[in-house]
Structures are given as C-alpha cells and as structure tokens.
C-alpha cells in the first residue's frame, strides 16, 4: 500500500469513529471498516479478479467493465477469506463503500461518507459535504451520490445500479417526510 493510500485509510477510519461516535454506531467496527476500505485498491486487477473468483463472486456486466468498482468488492472478499472477518456489516460497508445501495446500514453509510470526507480530500465541493455530514447522513450522501452520478454521466461512463438504488431510495426518503 502507498504511503498515499495508507494516510487516506486512516484518515478515513478517524473520520468513520468520529461519525459513530455523533450518530450512535460502534466505533470499533467503523474504524475497522476505514482501515481495510481501500485494502486491495493498489492490487493488480488480475489479483483482484483472482481474489473475486476465489471467493465465488460473479460480476455483473457493469462490475466487469468498471475496475475502478473491483477494490470494494476484492477488498470485502479478501477480509473475509484472508483475514477471516466474518462481520457481515464490516464487509458490506468496505464492498458498497464506493457506490452505495439501497437499505445501507449506519455503518455502510458512515464509511461511505468517511471516504468522501477524510481529512486529505481537496475536491471541489468537500467542505459542503463535510457540513452536511454534520447534520445529517443522509443529506450528505445525497449530496455525494449526485457528486458522483453528475460526474460519471458527464464523463459518459456507467452508472451501476446499486448507486442508483441508493439515490432513489434517499429521495424517496427525502419525499416522504416533505410530504408529513
């Protein structure tokens, strides 16, 4: 792992215990999930494909034609088989911390958040994202999901499904309690 890598890792799980701790998850098994999120983003893709088919998984046709969605789903994999990490939260959060999906728990969406808010990230709109991760998870996944989604469809690449079942659901969510 890059000295890059390793920095944003730990920057992302001291913002992951700092999220738990403001929104009532267990701290422990954020930080967990911060460290290893990115453990197998430097590994060969062919490595990476090797750790998927080791462990069962079947791409979709999206997955196959997007690596950059490889090292969440290689890295949860890699957890559970070579570390022997069996918390299905841990594993999830580290496999749908780059897209989402629908029905995340408090901990997928705090990594989720963690890895677009660590300390290192400069982009265009962080400090936004960083507010809005203060008054609600939600709203800022919101915000991270259209980051994202405006982003890959400028640019003309796919968009899986799990994305957009998490931006949906959110604004569905965000529907209803306007309508109440």
């Given at each position: 792992?890059?000295?890059?890598?390793?920095?944003?890792?730990?920057?992302?799980?001291?913002?992951?215990?700092?999220l738990?701790?403001?929104?009532?998850?267990?701290?422990?098994?954020?930080?967990?999930?911060?460290i290893?999120?990115?453990?197998?983003?430097?590994?060969?893709?062919?490595?990476?494909?090797?750790?998927?088919?080791d462990?069962?998984?079947?791409?979709?046709?999206?997955?196959?034609?997007?690596?950059?969605?490889?090292?969440?789903?290689s890295?949860?994999?890699?957890?559970?088989?070579?570390?022997?990490?069996?918390?299905?939260d841990?594993?999830?959060?580290?496999?749908?911390?780059?897209?989402?999906?629908?029905?995340?728990?408090?901990?997928?969406?705090?990594?989720?958040?963690?890895?677009?808010?660590?300390?290192?990230?400069?982009?265009?709109?962080?400090?936004?994202?960083?507010?809005?991760?203060?008054?609600?998870?939600e709203?800022?996944?919101?915000?991270?999901?259209?980051?994202?989604?405006?982003?890959?469809?400028?640019?003309?690449?796919?968009?899986?499904?799990?994305?957009?079942?998490?931006?949906?659901?959110?604004?569905m969510?965000?529907?209803?309690?306007?309508?109440?």
């Amino acid at each position: 792992m890059s000295e890059y890598r390793y920095t944003h890792c730990l920057n992302v799980s001291k913002e992951a215990v700092r999220l738990a701790q403001k929104y009532g998850c267990d701290a422990q098994r954020a930080a967990v999930a911060g460290i290893l999120h990115d453990i197998t983003k430097e590994v060969s893709k062919d490595e990476q494909l090797q750790i998927m088919n080791d462990s069962g998984i079947i791409l979709d046709d999206i997955q196959k034609n997007t690596p950059k969605l490889w090292h969440g789903i290689s890295g949860s994999a890699y957890i559970k088989d070579k570390l022997k990490i069996t918390d299905e939260d841990i594993l999830n959060a580290v496999r749908y911390h780059t897209t989402g999906r629908a029905n995340m728990t408090l901990l997928e969406k705090i990594i989720f958040i963690a890895d677009f808010t660590s300390e290192e990230r400069t982009y265009s709109g962080v400090d936004t994202m960083r507010k809005l991760a203060e008054k609600s998870l939600e709203e800022a996944m919101l915000f991270g999901l259209k980051f994202t989604l405006k982003d890959l469809s400028k640019r003309e690449m796919t968009i899986h499904p799990d994305a957009l079942a998490c931006y949906n659901e959110i604004v569905m969510l965000k529907i209803t309690i306007e309508r109440k």
